[in-house]
């Protein structure tokens, strides 16, 4: 399969297949999310932090009305009276249940008749009109977008209770040993891209950031090491926390990852509704950055800058380019990381190796998404396309970025330029985290 990360190699007819394959790879993960449990389940509200599912089911459906059957095919619109309805703006998720949502035979009837009118705009459309379809960009932000809501049920899952209904294998075991610190020299690197046709407008553009030498965490932190910050009363010495992190800590009563308790002398951890031992190698998750920000101040480390992560995770010192993943150009595959839900867990450290960057940083794609020290802003030069809301209404202070994806996202919506970001109190996404610190002198000139 052609990469979406190189431009102008594909035909017409081949763009307009792997366009159909992205739409039914989501498609099919929507449904499978979503029939895993019956009506009751879909349009219960499983926390006040998510929507009802039968919510996303319609609302992917909606989003791609909007855009690709009414804005890009300029047909008659679907639905337009539920519009309101499936506006993410306009319902708060608190909101949601109480709205008049479609029933979940109706949803999925609704999303069956956008989806055949979409396949047929398909088979006409000229990619070459404007800007919004070249190189088949308006499908593929529906293809990320549906994925990411598909991540966003993944987390629905997690939340609810019940008797367990998604099951998958476990995850590799390490392939090679992954410890300690990996050096990154100074100098300049490109972040961002220009090329990328699929790229979101916040990945966007390409430019030159140049950073003084660093140390990134060769993997991610593992549950051993926080177990530690546990056990040496981490959660309780408000040292090693910000002014508004204690003030979380305190006010949530945090005292460890969400989904852990103690099980005897140590933790368990629910996944998906299976309680089983906490695994020391593997990447913790379910931490919000507070706790990620406290954890690396009591390691004598902190978090890395959204511009660390990034080179750490492209920068080849061979060629000096920004590769589109950590190992080169070329899409995941099940070899390089943990992604696309093949598995409901972070995969132990160095479980991936073929995966690594050119520097030697292991697992920076799939597990979890790390929480860097950056608020979220748009790039130098940042122009918002095609809507403001995608990117541009969240820039500011009271949001942290998020890098590298997790176990429950999909290579449709994750590549080294790919950016998430969220409130910094947030837990119940899969999130983990690695640290960094300023490189000593004799570290930086060898």
Same mark, same amino acid.
């Given at each position: 399969m052609t990469t979406t990360g190189q431009p102008g190699t594909e035909t017409t007819e081949g763009l307009r297949g792997r366009i159909a394959a992205e739409l039914g790879r989501a498609?099919?993960?929507?449904?499978?999310?979503?029939?895993?449990?019956?009506?009751?389940?879909?349009?219960?509200?499983?926390?006040?932090?998510? *929507?009802?599912?039968? $919510?996303? /089911?319609?609302?992917?459906?909606?989003?791609?009305?909007?855009? #690709?059957?009414?804005? =890009?095919?300029?047909?008659?619109p679907v639905r337009q009276?539920?519009?309101?309805?499936?506006d993410a703006f306009k319902q708060p998720r608190s909101d949601r249940p109480t709205l008049p949502l479609l029933p979940p035979a109706e949803a999925r009837g609704y999303l069956t008749t956008v989806r055949d009118k979409v396949h047929d705009l398909l088979d006409g459309i000229r990619f070459a009109d404007r800007a919004l379809v070249a190189d088949g960009f308006a499908f593929g932000?529906?293809?990320?977008?549906?994925?990411?809501?598909?991540e966003t049920m993944l987390a629905t899952h997690q939340l609810r209770s019940g008797p367990p209904v998604l099951d998958a294998p476990a995850p590799p075991e390490p392939r090679s040993r992954v410890a300690g610190e990996v050096l990154?020299?100074?100098?300049?690197?490109?972040?961002?891209? *220009?090329?990328?046709? $699929?790229? /979101?407008?916040?990945?966007?553009?390409?430019?030159?950031?140049? #950073?003084?030498?660093? =140390?990134?965490?060769a993997a991610p932190v593992t549950n051993g090491g926080y177990r530690e910050f546990i056990a040496d009363g981490g959660y309780d010495d408000p040292r090693w926390w910000s002014p508004a992190g204690w003030r979380h800590r305190t006010g949530a009563g945090l005292t460890a990852p969400m989904h852990?308790?103690?099980?005897?002398?140590?933790?368990?951890?629910?996944?998906?509704?299976?309680?089983?031992?906490?695994?020391?190698?593997?990447?913790?998750?379910?931490?919000?950055?507070?706790?990620?920000?406290?954890?690396?101040?009591?390691?004598?480390?902190?978090?890395?800058t959204e511009a660390e992560w990034e080179k750490a995770a492209r920068w080849d010192p061979?060629?000096?380019?920004?590769?589109?993943?950590?190992?080169?150009?070329?899409?995941?595959?099940?070899?390089?990381?943990?992604?696309?839900?093949?598995?409901?867990w972070p995969a132990p450290v160095g479980a991936y190796p073929a995966g690594a960057s050119p520097l030697g940083v292991h697992q920076l794609v799939g597990d979890v998404w790390e929480w860097t020290a950056t608020t979220f802003r748009g790039h130098p030069g940042?122009?918002?396309?095609?809507?403001?809301?995608?990117?541009?209404?969240?820039?500011?202070?009271?949001?942290r970025v998020l890098r590298g994806g997790s176990f429950g996202t999909d290579r449709a919506a994750c590549r080294g330029t790919f950016r998430n970001w969220d409130y910094p109190i947030r837990r119940q996404i899969f999130s983990g985290f690695r640290c960094a610190r300023d490189a000593r002198p004799e570290e930086a000139h060898g």
């Open positions: 498609r099919a993960r929507t449904l499978a999310l979503t029939s895993a449990v019956d009506d009751d389940d879909l349009t219960r509200q499983h926390s006040t932090l998510m *929507s009802p599912l039968v $919510w996303d /089911l319609a609302h992917v459906g909606n989003q791609e009305e909007l855009w #690709l059957v009414r804005d =890009v095919g300029g047909r008659a009276d539920i519009d309101d309805l499936y932000m529906i293809v990320q977008h549906e994925q990411q809501h598909d990154v020299p100074a100098g300049p690197f490109t972040m961002g891209t *220009s090329t990328d046709p $699929w790229a /979101l407008d916040n990945e966007r553009p390409a430019h030159t950031v140049d #950073l003084p030498a660093y =140390v990134i965490d852990w308790r103690r099980d005897g002398d140590g933790w368990a951890y629910r996944r998906f509704g299976r309680w089983s031992p906490v695994r020391d190698d593997e990447p913790v998750v379910h931490v919000c950055w507070y706790e990620a920000q406290a954890y690396a101040a009591w390691a004598g480390r902190r978090l890395p061979v060629t000096g380019r920004s590769r589109r993943y950590p190992w080169g150009d070329e899409d995941p595959t099940t070899a390089h990381a943990n992604l696309g839900q093949r598995h409901l940042f122009v918002a396309f095609p809507y403001r809301e995608y990117s541009e209404v969240f820039f500011g202070d009271d949001h």
